[in-house]
């Protein structure tokens, strides 16, 4: 199959943004849960204040090496939520909002190319799997997505890995759960830093995917997750 090299026995895929999008937007949940604590703020206003609180902490965890669990995860989410909504009434109460917002299915949407793609594949004899760096609500968030039950016996979530991604011990692990050696799982997520330098750092095949046409210089980009079963553009 195109994308795969002949000596592909696995495919990994990302969570978020990859296999699972979040409906309504993030920033649009935000500026929802703000303007019930007193805070008014457009859904561009929120993009731009989360990514700033989100580029924080993933420099505060390069310094960690990586290095991560349920409680660092926890804190992150605090922090990005208290710094995205600075001036809302109630700080805490907002958190607690997202956070249990989050964890809930019916946040989530399946990607439409999903099924098609992850049964295309399990009918090659791929061994599939995910790997994310979504804590521990990625669990209750699948319990309500039967067509990835094709996934759950090998769902790596970092903050239960002990490292995250784009930390090559994480990719490492992700090989050993697969029974391969790295160079025979592709692993296929929509962060360039986090999953595809990470999985190749490690020498883990990889795809970018990338909607938008952002990363020309990357040699192995899919527009949408139906072109893995397509020839790769040159
Ligand atoms: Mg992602």
């Known amino acids: 199959m195109p994308h795969l090299t002949p000596t592909t026995r696995a495919v990994f895929f990302d969570a978020v943004g990859t296999l699972l999008h979040p409906r309504p937007s993030a920033p649009t949940v935000y500026a929802a849960v703000a303007a019930r604590y007193g805070l008014a703020l457009s859904p561009a206003d929120v993009r731009e204040r989360f990514i700033a609180a989100y580029l924080r902490e993933e420099a505060a965890d390069v310094s960690a090496n990586w290095l991560t669990s349920e409680v660092r995860e926890?804190?992150?989410?605090?922090?990005?939520?208290?710094?995205?909504?600075?001036?809302?009434?109630?700080?805490?109460?907002?958190?607690?909002?997202?956070?249990d917002h989050f964890a809930r299915p019916q946040a989530w949407e399946p990607d439409a190319d999903a099924h098609a793609v992850l049964s295309a594949l399990a009918a090659h004899g791929l061994v599939l799997g995910m790997g994310s760096n979504y804590d521990a609500r990625l669990w209750s968030v699948?319990?309500?997505?039967?067509?990835?039950?094709?996934?759950?016996?090998?769902?790596?979530?970092?903050?239960?890995?002990?490292?995250?991604?784009?930390?090559?011990?994480?990719?490492?692990?992700?090989?050993?759960?697969?029974?391969?050696?790295?160079?025979?799982?592709?692993?296929?997520?929509?962060?360039?830093?986090?999953?595809?330098?990470?999985?190749?750092?490690?020498?883990?095949?990889?795809?970018?995917?990338?909607?938008?046409?952002?990363y020309a210089h990357?040699?192995?980009?899919?527009?949408?997750?139906?072109?893995?079963?397509?020839e790769p553009e040159a």
Do not use: M
């Open 218 to 230: 990357v040699p192995h980009r899919a527009k949408r997750l139906s072109a893995l079963l397509n």
């Open 142 to 214: 699948l319990a309500g997505f039967p067509q990835f039950d094709v996934l759950k016996p090998r769902v790596l979530v970092s903050s239960e890995v002990g490292v995250r991604k784009p930390g090559s011990g994480f990719f490492i692990e992700l090989a050993r759960a697969a029974g391969c050696a790295p160079a025979e799982v592709l692993f296929v997520g929509d962060d360039f830093e986090n999953d595809y330098a990470g999985a190749t750092a490690a020498g883990l095949n990889a795809v970018l995917l990338d909607p938008n046409d952002r």
């Open 74 to 99: 926890r804190e992150r989410w605090h922090t990005i939520v208290c710094e995205t909504l600075v001036g809302a009434s109630d700080p805490e109460a907002c958190y607690r909002e997202l956070f």
